[in-house]
C-alpha cells in the first residue's frame, strides 16, 4: 500500500515544520507520515546527508508520494536538487510540492513529456539555487551592516590599550608633560592631551571596545 511522506527542514530554533505541515494539508494534501530536519542549513546539508532526510531513501517505496514545500528542500544547489528528483523518479517515487501544485513523476514513457518535465525540473532547481544565494548574500550585507551600526556606535577603536592608558594616567600625576610622556608610551601628543583633558571619555572608549 502506498503512503504519503510530508518532509519538512527548518534551519533555526525559531522556525518549527507545523506550520509547513498546515499549509500543505490545506493545501489537499492528505498526509501519512511526516519526516522533518530541524537547525539544518539547506545551502550547506545534502539531503542524503541530513539526520532525517536520509531516512526518506530508505522508507519510500515505489508507489509512494514525496510531498515538500518546494523543490529547495531536497538539495543544497542545482546539481543536487535535480540530482535527488531524479533518483527519487527512477525508484518509482512521485514528488509533489505544496508551492504550486507541482508533480514530478517518472512513470512517463514518452520522450517528449519526459524532456519537458526535466526541463521544469532544471529550471525549478535553478530558481531554488538562485533564491538560496540570494538570500545568503542578503544575510551576509545584513552581518555587515549590523557590524558597521556597531563599530559606528562604539565610536573609532582607542590606539592605545588599559595599560598604556594606565601608564599615561600615572604620569600625568606625577606632574610628566604631555611630550615626554607621548615619546614613553608611543602615543601621540594629541591623544595624551585628550586622555589628560577627558579621562572619563577615554576609559568609557576602552570599556565600549573591551580593551
Known amino acids: 500500500m502506498s503512503q504519503t511522506v510530508f518532509y519538512a527542514r527548518v534551519s533555526t530554533k525559531d522556525q518549527n515544520f507545523t506550520h509547513q505541515k498546515d499549509q500543505a494539508e490545506a493545501a489537499g494534501f492528505t498526509i501519512d507520515k511526516v519526516v522533518s530536519d530541524h537547525g539544518v542549513s539547506g545551502i550547506h546539508t545534502r539531503l542524503s546527508e541530513r539526520s532525517e532526510g536520509k531516512r526518506l531513501f530508505d522508507i519510500l517505496r515505489s508507489g509512494d508520494v514525496l510531498v515538500v514545500r518546494w523543490v529547495d528542500h531536497l538539495g543544497r544547489n ?25 508533480t514530478f513523476d517518472g512513470a512517463t514513457k514518452d520522450p ?9 525540473i532544471a529550471f525549478m532547481a535553478a530558481t531554488a539555487q538562485a533564491q538560496a544565494e540570494a538570500t545568503k548574500e542578503a544575510q551576509r550585507a545584513g552581518i555587515e551592516a549590523a557590524k558597521d551600526d556597531q563599530q559606528r556606535y562604539r565610536g573609532k577603536k582607542p590606539s592605545y590599550d588599559r595599560k598604556t592608558y594606565q601608564a599615561v594616567i600615572d604620569r600625568l600625576a606625577l606632574g610628566e608633560g ?25 576609559e568609557a572608549a576602552l570599556s565600549k571596545w573591551n580593551i
Not at 82 to 91: H, K, L
Not at 179 to 185: E, L, M, P
Open 112 to 120: 517528449m513529456q519526459a524532456a519537458v518535465r526535466d526541463a521544469l
Open 78 to 102: 542545482y546539481e543536487d536538487v535535480t540530482d535527488t528528483i531524479r533518483d527519487f523518479m527512477r525508484r518509482g517515487i512521485i514528488i509533489k510540492t505544496v508551492i504550486n501544485k507541482m
Open 178 to 202: 604631555a611630550s615626554s610622556i607621548s615619546k614613553a608610551t608611543g602615543l601621540t601628543r594629541q591623544t595624551v592631551l585628550r586622555i589628560r583633558d577627558k579621562p572619563e571619555t577615554a
